[in-house]
């Protein structure tokens, strides 16, 4: 049977190296063409992490968890040296010293928030620290649902204004994803323990609902952007990345579900 530690670090790796890839893509589109230094940075992170991301489809979920262990930290360096590249990016564009890009603060925020994320999850399977479930559950809806709020934001800035249903939609989502962020933040100060696990399950049961309706919401407007049937300035590959991102989400809560009910089957 494979070794839990090994499978989750390559389930990790293969995920995000793509994703950290993609930021890199999406930051040079932004750039101005005199930009070359931050050009090349890009260029560089992107051939980084598209080796990384090959070389976690190479191994095998049989490697040896020594080698998955150094190759987790190899990474960790990696997402570290992007996640400052990323915060010098937004604080230039803050600071006023890169005039007339086309990178939203928020989008830089964003991604950046992501390489933390991704590095913090390095740093926790090589230590061997997990979370206890109920901090773990509301730890994770708190981060997805601000990305999925960033995301709804974002989709509504790049359609072309003429598209107004979908403009619409988008700022819905925006609104609907916002509530259920301070409705985590609000769970989450109050850390519920175990004898609460209904309150969890419902907690869950709600953000899949509005996440899938959101899923199903980028599904369509990645079809519609590929076959060049609606009006944006979205690059085709954008709007397949936070649909992945959705999806990603939804797998979480499906697990955390997963493993509140055969807990509480345990209780029984």
Same mark, same amino acid.
């Given at each position: 049977?494979?070794?839990?530690?090994?499978?989750?670090?390559?389930?990790?790796?293969?995920?995000?190296?793509?994703?950290?890839?993609?930021?890199?893509?999406?930051?040079?589109?932004?750039?101005?063409?005199?930009?070359?230094?931050?050009?090349?940075?890009?260029?560089?992170?992107?051939?980084?992490?598209?080796?990384?991301?090959?070389?976690?489809?190479?191994?095998?979920?049989?490697?040896?968890?020594?080698?998955?262990?150094?190759?987790?930290?190899?990474?960790?360096?990696?997402?570290?040296?992007?996640?400052?590249?990323?915060?010098?990016?937004?604080?230039?564009?803050?600071?006023?010293?890169?005039?007339?890009?086309?990178?939203?603060?928020?989008?830089?925020?964003?991604?950046?928030?992501?390489?933390?994320?991704?590095?913090?999850?390095?740093?926790?399977?090589? =230590?061997?620290?997990?979370? !206890? &479930?109920?901090?773990?559950? $509301? /730890?994770? *809806?708190?981060?997805?649902? @601000?990305?999925?709020? #960033?995301?709804?934001?974002?989709?509504?800035?790049?359609?072309?204004?003429?598209?107004?249903?979908?403009?619409?939609?988008?700022?819905?989502?925006?609104?609907?994803?916002?509530?259920?962020?301070?409705?985590?933040?609000?769970?989450?100060?109050?850390?519920? =323990?175990?004898?609460?696990? !209904? &309150?969890?399950?419902?907690? $869950? /049961?709600? *953000?899949?609902?509005?996440? @899938?309706?959101?899923? #199903?919401?980028?599904?369509?407007?990645?079809?519609?952007?590929?076959?060049?049937?609606?009006?944006?300035?979205?690059?085709?590959?954008?709007?397949?990345?936070?649909?992945?991102?959705?999806?990603?989400?939804?797998?979480?809560?499906?697990?955390?579900?997963?493993?509140?009910?055969?807990?509480?089957?345990?209780?029984?």
């Amino acid at each position: 049977m494979p070794d839990a530690f090994v499978v989750r670090s390559i389930d990790e790796i293969r995920f995000w190296s793509r994703i950290m890839k993609e930021h890199s893509f999406f930051l040079r589109l932004g750039f101005r063409c005199e930009d070359t230094q931050l050009i090349n940075e890009a260029n560089y992170f992107y051939k980084l992490f598209e080796g990384i991301e090959h070389k976690s489809h190479a191994l095998g979920l049989d490697t040896d968890p020594s080698s998955i262990r150094q190759f987790n930290t190899e990474v960790h360096t990696a997402v570290s040296h992007i996640w400052v590249f990323k915060r010098k990016i937004l604080g230039l564009i803050l600071t006023c010293q890169l005039p007339g890009q086309n990178n939203f603060p928020l989008l830089v925020d964003h991604v950046s928030r992501e390489a933390n994320y991704f590095r913090n999850r390095l740093e926790e399977l090589n =230590q061997g620290k997990l979370e !206890p &479930l109920q901090d773990a559950i $509301l /730890d994770e *809806n708190v981060f997805f649902l @601000k990305i999925m709020a #960033d995301h709804a934001k974002f989709i509504g800035h790049l359609l072309d204004p003429s598209e107004r249903k979908l403009v619409d939609q988008a700022r819905e989502f925006s609104q609907d994803f916002d509530q259920l962020l301070f409705q985590a933040q609000d769970l989450s100060s109050m850390r519920p =323990q175990s004898q609460t696990q !209904p &309150l969890l399950t419902q907690f $869950l /049961d709600q *953000n899949r609902v509005s996440v @899938k309706s959101l899923r #199903d919401f980028k599904q369509t407007a990645r079809d519609l952007i590929y076959a060049c049937k609606i009006k944006s300035i979205i690059h085709p590959l954008l709007a397949d990345h936070v649909f992945r991102e959705a999806e990603r989400f939804l797998e979480i809560i499906d697990m955390f579900e997963g493993v509140l009910t055969a807990s509480g089957k345990k209780r029984e």
